[in-house]
């Protein structure tokens, strides 16, 4: 079966403007997690998704990065107004619920803000 | 706070066993976890551990838990090549009701033939 993909692979961009990025879980999970991995600051926890219940935002690191998910399915991770220090690879992640059950990654976007 | 930390580098000849380990910060944390990042490959889950068991074994791989110390390993038996990569440990703070991951920065494993 089909693991969890994210679009576009490679992203590079010039500061000050917008970015998406999408992610389609496993079909069935409930749980969508993004996360992201820079040199700097090693992997660390953006935002968590549960069923319908509201997002987990504890991670993100300023107000300019927005995530949704739509229909409990495809999640699109913003960031407005880019800044260098938001180049890194932006991986998602999702498993059957949330708890213990094993999370799956994506290959991750890389995004590089010039 | 949330902290896991690991040693950043090991490197180890071929057939020899290979130990990595990390400290975390959360007496809370349910579950802890190993990861694996092959150059190129997304992360995937190498085996994990509920915080009430001591050891678990899982073919070439043994991961020790000392939940007093908040120190967690992981063994590699009969290392081989195909098994350099980068090893991440994370834990599941809290209850781990959420499943929110927090990693360490990753031990570099380099395996010499």
């Known amino acids: 079966g089909a693991g969890v993909s994210q679009s576009p692979s490679n992203k590079v961009t010039e500061k000050g403007k917008d970015v998406e990025l999408r992610c389609d879980p496993i079909?069935?999970?409930?749980?969508l997690y993004w996360y992201r991995q820079s040199l700097g600051q090693g992997l660390e926890f953006l935002i968590y998704f549960q069923g319908n219940s509201a997002p987990d935002k504890s991670g993100l690191p300023s107000d300019r990065f927005s995530a949704e998910r739509t229909g409990g399915s495809v999640s699109t991770l913003t960031i407005q107004r880019t800044q260098q220090e938001d180049s890194a690879v932006y991986l998602c992640?999702?498993?059957?619920?949330?708890?213990?059950?094993?999370?799956?990654f994506g290959p991750g976007t890389r995004l590089t803000v010039t | 706070g949330e902290d896991v930390e690991q040693s950043l580098f090991l490197s180890v000849r071929e057939g020899d066993s290979s130990v990595i380990n990390c400290t975390y910060t959360?007496?809370?944390?349910?579950?802890l976890y190993w990861y694996k990042q092959e150059p190129g490959a997304g992360l995937q889950l190498l085996t994990y551990i509920f915080s009430n068991m001591d050891m678990k074994q899982d073919q070439r791989l043994t991961v020790l838990l000392n939940k007093k110390d908040k120190h967690l390993s992981l063994r590699i038996a009969d290392t081989q090549t195909g098994d350099s990569a980068i090893y991440f440990c994370?834990?599941?703070?809290?209850?781990?009701?959420?499943?929110?991951?927090?990693f360490g920065q990753g031990t570099t494993l380099q395996v010499k033939p």
């Open positions: 079909s069935g999970h409930t749980a």
């Open positions: 994370a834990e599941s703070p809290g209850s781990g009701n959420t499943g929110k991951l927090i």
């Open positions: 959360d007496s809370s944390s349910t579950y």
């Open positions: 992640a999702s498993s059957f619920s949330s708890g213990k059950y094993e999370q799956y």
